[in-house]
């Protein structure tokens, strides 16, 4: 626990519940946006209950399955009977809101702020008042910028750049079993919100492989922000400029859902026209894996919570804690994916 923390910590409860309700009263919802995960009366209630560490999260938005996933494993981990008071706000894809949802924490000075980044770039200012204010930050999922590497306690996360890399392996491991190795081969990339670390480290992991084999033509790489609808637009477009396309590598699952549909339009077979490379790894694109639409799917790990927690009651023990955490990731094809697949929650 931080030094000087619990002699402060009713009043500033009942500051922070204040706030909560003058704000509230103001503006007829609550303050920045910010969705306190209770209501006022239950927070004071808490203030009571010295044993609860408040987290203030920001997540970046549900712009995915994958998303919806890691802000339910997040909320399952950081309960109140595991010793958490949890206060939650989606930023709907937006840094600035992000920024705010951070200021409003660090006002109602929460115990840690908990921040998944929807970009890299842009997080000093704020991250400097957090360290100002003395409150521990978590970075989960995507990472911030090196500028920011004394900013924050720790990262709980994925190595978004070993997935690109897996990525890029997983072809030339196909095209050799093809007998492909040597045959010009044309790529076209779906890409992440455009600066998120999953879009920066992917594409870099992929690139790094794709560099290596001169007969790998990539034609082109646009950001279709992770969603479906997105997805669908840009590989349509794909499809409609380029005669041959051999390989899609598409940064998320729900992107693919939507390249599958413009390919579906056009007249061309998923998995087997064009080879279809996914990311994240959801029961729904493991499905595709099954009906062989998708070819590979690497895994992004969204169940990010239990760690979490651990690495808060770490820190909350006076604990060291290392400055990276990555989780566990696997890379499902047609030969695993069976095993896999029943017990997929999301
Ligand atoms: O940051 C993780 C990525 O963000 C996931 O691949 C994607 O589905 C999500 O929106």
Same mark, same amino acid.
């Given at each position: !626990?931080?030094? $000087?923390?619990?002699?402060?910590?009713?009043?500033?409860?009942?500051?922070?519940?204040?706030?909560?309700?003058?704000?509230?009263? !103001?503006?007829?919802?609550? /303050?920045?946006?910010?969705?306190?995960?209770? %209501?006022?009366?239950?927070?004071?209630?808490?203030?009571?209950?010295?044993?609860?560490?408040?987290?203030?999260? %920001?997540?970046?938005?549900?712009? %995915?399955?994958?998303?919806?996933?890691?802000?339910?494993?997040?909320?399952?981990?950081?309960?109140? *009977?595991?010793?958490?008071?949890?206060?939650?706000?989606?930023?709907?894809? %937006?840094?600035?809101?992000?920024?705010?949802?951070?200021?409003?924490?660090?006002?109602?000075?929460?115990?840690? @702020?908990?921040?998944? /980044?929807?970009?890299?770039?842009?997080?000093?200012?704020?991250?400097?008042?957090?360290?100002?204010?003395? @409150?521990?930050?978590?970075?989960?999922?995507?990472?911030?910028?090196?500028?920011?590497?004394?900013?924050?306690?720790?990262?709980?996360?994925?190595?978004?750049?070993?997935?690109?890399? =897996?990525?890029?392996?997983?072809?030339?491991?196909?095209?050799?079993?093809?007998?492909?190795?040597? =045959?010009?081969?044309?790529?076209?990339?779906?890409?992440?919100?455009?600066?998120?670390?999953?879009?920066?480290?992917?594409?870099?992991?992929? *690139?790094?492989?794709? =560099?290596?084999?001169?007969?790998?033509?990539?034609?082109?790489? =646009?950001?279709?922000?992770?969603?479906? &609808?997105?997805?669908?637009?840009?590989? &349509?477009?794909?499809?409609?400029? #380029?005669?041959?396309?051999?390989?899609?590598?598409?940064?998320?699952?729900? !992107?693919?859902?939507?390249?599958?549909?413009?390919?579906?339009?056009?007249?061309?077979?998923? $998995?087997?026209?064009?080879?279809?490379?996914?990311?994240?790894?959801?029961?729904?694109?493991?499905?595709?894996?099954?009906?062989?639409?998708?070819?590979?799917?690497?895994?992004?790990?969204?169940?990010?919570? /239990?760690?979490?927690?651990?690495?808060?009651?770490?820190?909350?023990?006076?604990?060291?804690?290392?400055?990276?955490?990555?989780?566990?990731?696997?890379?499902?094809?047609?030969?695993?994916? *069976?095993?896999?697949? *029943?017990?997929?929650? #999301?």
């Amino acid at each position: !626990m931080r030094i $000087g923390f619990w002699k402060n910590r009713i009043s500033r409860i009942f500051i922070s519940s204040f706030l909560v309700v003058i704000v509230a009263a !103001m503006t007829g919802c609550a /303050p920045f946006d910010v969705n306190v995960s209770q %209501s006022t009366k239950d927070l004071q209630a808490e203030a009571e209950d010295e044993n609860l560490t408040i987290v203030g999260f %920001s997540q970046l938005g549900s712009e %995915s399955a994958w998303r919806t996933a890691n802000t339910k494993s997040v909320e399952d981990s950081l309960t109140q *009977d595991k010793g958490f008071f949890l206060m939650s706000n989606n930023a709907r894809q %937006s840094q600035e809101n992000q920024i705010k949802a951070l200021r409003s924490f660090i006002s109602q000075r929460v115990d840690y @702020i908990v921040l998944c /980044p929807v970009q890299e770039d842009g997080w000093e200012t704020v991250l400097t008042e957090a360290e100002e204010a003395e @409150i521990p930050v978590i970075i989960l999922d995507r990472a911030v910028g090196s500028d920011c590497d004394g900013l924050y306690t720790t990262f709980v996360g994925e190595n978004m750049q070993e997935e690109g890399s =897996k990525a890029g392996k997983w072809l030339e491991t196909h095209l050799s079993d093809k007998g492909l190795d040597n =045959k010009d081969i044309n790529i076209v990339v779906l890409q992440g919100t455009e600066n998120s670390s999953a879009e920066i480290g992917r594409t870099a992991g992929f *690139d790094n492989i794709a =560099k290596e084999h001169p007969n790998w033509h990539i034609l082109a790489q =646009k950001d279709a922000d992770f969603t479906t &609808a997105r997805g669908k637009e840009v590989m &349509a477009d794909y499809l409609k400029k #380029y005669q041959k396309i051999d390989v899609l590598v598409s940064q998320n699952d729900d !992107m693919t859902y939507g390249a599958i549909e413009a390919m579906d339009d056009a007249g061309v077979a998923a $998995g087997s026209d064009v080879a279809v490379i996914s990311f994240d790894a959801t029961k729904s694109g493991l499905k595709l894996v099954q009906q062989g639409k998708v070819n590979v799917d690497i895994e992004c790990n969204p169940m990010s919570g /239990p760690l979490l927690a651990e690495v808060i009651n770490k820190i909350e023990k006076g604990e060291k804690v290392q400055h990276v955490y990555y989780l566990d990731e696997k890379v499902f094809t047609k030969d695993n994916v *069976d095993k896999f697949i *029943d017990s997929r929650s #999301y």
